[in-house]
């Protein structure tokens, strides 16, 4: 199949399922605007059910009806009592490492499907119009309830020259650090201790970043996940975690907006990397951290989890690991000796 019937294919497709989403939606569907980094986003969502269920994590970028520059509709069988129909596809040859289907991925037209989460993403970035589906919204994992639309926004990203990042990020106004490690590192543990700090929190575990003109985070989700060690370290959270009784099968979540909404930040100018790493001990020290060590900490963990992260995102993260000093933060057991280190970094290297 040459490019061109290989992109008649995909589009074919995406037209089917924008209908479909068409006649699943109320006759005054969920609609609400989110301020994304530089851009607008605009969600409708057929039904209530899929809207309550993924889009706190969003709340503190709400803003008030305005030209977006995206576009996602989303919707689920279950509440509207439609069925999307088997895909042109072969399950068996088609899908991709990381559910891109194969055939369906053009210059225009992304389509991958996460098989854990049960959800299709699709995003026609001629028309800035992206496609959300699940079979059924009460049956969505944690991950995706805490980072919903992750794909979608990674790929909206992509065309403005930034990248979603695997990576949490904390400061003041006027400028902050980005944390960044594989699970398990310290990144939520980090961002969460600075709740009861002067600093703000921009997220835990996904943020967005720009080099052009200067390095910068922007905020994408209030919501924070915890594992078992973390919510022992930060006892004072664990009345306000939003889902209990799922937690022999997935990760503690936050939704912070209601609770810490002043705390929050959109995002800030970036000063530095800081790798937390959890030692022994009291006291939380920095050391200075190599740019290999901060390749490894945000590239891998960031490229292995997102579809079509291609070459211009590995560009991206190399150059933002050659424009800021990098530091290791060894994280003790007093907590509040961690903002303390991070905001004294701040003061020391913001211009």
Same mark, same amino acid.
């Given at each position: 199949m040459n490019a061109r019937a290989a992109q008649d294919v995909a589009l074919e497709f995406f037209e089917t399922a924008r209908r479909l989403f068409e006649s699943a939606r109320d006759a005054r569907p969920v609609e609400n605007f989110f301020a994304a980094g530089p851009s607008i986003l605009r969600v409708i969502s057929a039904r209530a059910p899929l809207a309550e269920k993924l889009l706190p994590a969003l709340a503190h970028l709400s803003i008030p009806p305005a030209r977006a520059d995206w576009t996602v509709l989303m919707w689920d069988d279950?509440?509207? *009592?439609?069925?999307?129909?088997?895909?042109?596809? #072969?399950?068996?040859?088609?899908?991709?490492?990381? *559910?891109e289907i194969l055939g369906y991925n053009t210059a225009r037209i992304f389509t991958v499907y996460d098989s854990d989460a049960g959800a299709l993403h699709l995003l026609d970035a001629a028309t800035r119009t992206a496609l959300y589906w699940t079979h059924d919204a009460r049956r969505l994992p944690g991950y995706e309830v805490s980072a919903p639309l992750r794909t979608i926004l990674h790929w909206f990203a992509q065309t403005q020259n930034m990248q979603l990042i695997h990576g949490g990020a904390v400061g003041t106004t006027d400028a902050g650090v980005l944390l960044a490690g594989k699970g398990g590192m310290g990144k939520s543990?980090?961002? !969460?201790?600075? !709740? #009861?700090?002067? !600093?703000?929190?921009? *997220? #835990?575990?996904?943020?967005?970043i720009q080099n052009e003109p200067q390095p910068a985070v922007h905020s994408l989700y209030s919501s924070a996940k915890l594992n078992a060690d973390s919510i022992a370290r930060l006892p004072q959270l664990a009345a306000f975690i939003a889902n209990p009784n799922a937690l022999s099968r997935e990760k503690a979540i936050l939704f912070l907006a209601e609770?810490?909404?002043?705390?929050?930040?959109? *995002?800030?100018? !970036?000063v530095a990397l800081v790798l937390p790493r959890v030692r022994d001990g009291r006291d939380t020290t920095l050391a200075p951290a190599t740019r290999h060590d901060a390749l490894r900490a945000l590239g891998i963990s960031t490229l292995i989890q997102l579809p079509r992260a291609e070459e211009s995102a590995a560009r991206r993260i190399q150059a933002l690991a050659r424009a800021l000093p990098c530091y290791t933060l060894h994280l003790g057991t007093d907590l509040a000796q961690i903002p303390r280190r991070i905001a004294e970094l701040i003061s020391e290297l913001a211009p």
């Open positions: 279950v509440s509207t *009592g439609t069925r999307m129909p088997p895909p042109p596809w #072969d399950w068996n040859t088609a899908r991709g490492q990381r *559910g543990t980090t961002a !969460l201790a600075c !709740l #009861d700090s002067e !600093l703000l929190y921009a *997220g #835990d575990d996904y943020c967005l609770q810490w909404r002043a705390k929050l930040s959109r *995002g800030f100018p !970036l």
